[in-house]
C-alpha cells in the first residue's frame, strides 16, 4: 500500500468510521477495531483488496423506496506496529 492509498483510506476513516477497543472474549484484552459504513460497496471492495483484511457486511433496509442499500466494512485484531 503506497503512501496515497494509505491517506486515502485514514481519510475514509475518520469521516465515515470510527476506532474502538473491543474484548472479543471475556479471558482477552481488548483489542483494535476500525469499523466504517458506507452505501458504495465497491469502495469497501477496495478497501478489502488494498488492506488485504477486512469483512464487508451489508445492513438491512427496511425501507426501500426512501434510503440506499448500507454495506459496514470491519476490521478486527489489528496489530499495531
Not at 481519510?11 to 470510527?18: A, L, N, P, R
Amino acid at each position: 500500500m503506497n503512501q496515497i492509498e494509505k491517506a486515502y483510506i485514514a481519510g475514509i476513516v475518520d469521516g465515515e468510521g470510527s476506532i474502538m477497543l473491543q474484548k472479543f472474549h471475556s479471558n482477552e484484552h481488548p483489542s483494535p477495531c476500525v469499523s466504517i459504513a458506507s452505501t458504495t460497496l465497491e469502495l469497501f471492495q477496495w478497501i478489502k483488496s488494498t488492506v488485504g483484511n477486512g469483512r464487508i457486511t451489508k445492513k438491512k433496509n427496511y425501507n426501500n423506496e426512501k434510503h440506499k442499500d448500507c454495506y459496514s466494512y470491519k476490521i478486527n485484531f489489528i496489530k499495531i506496529k
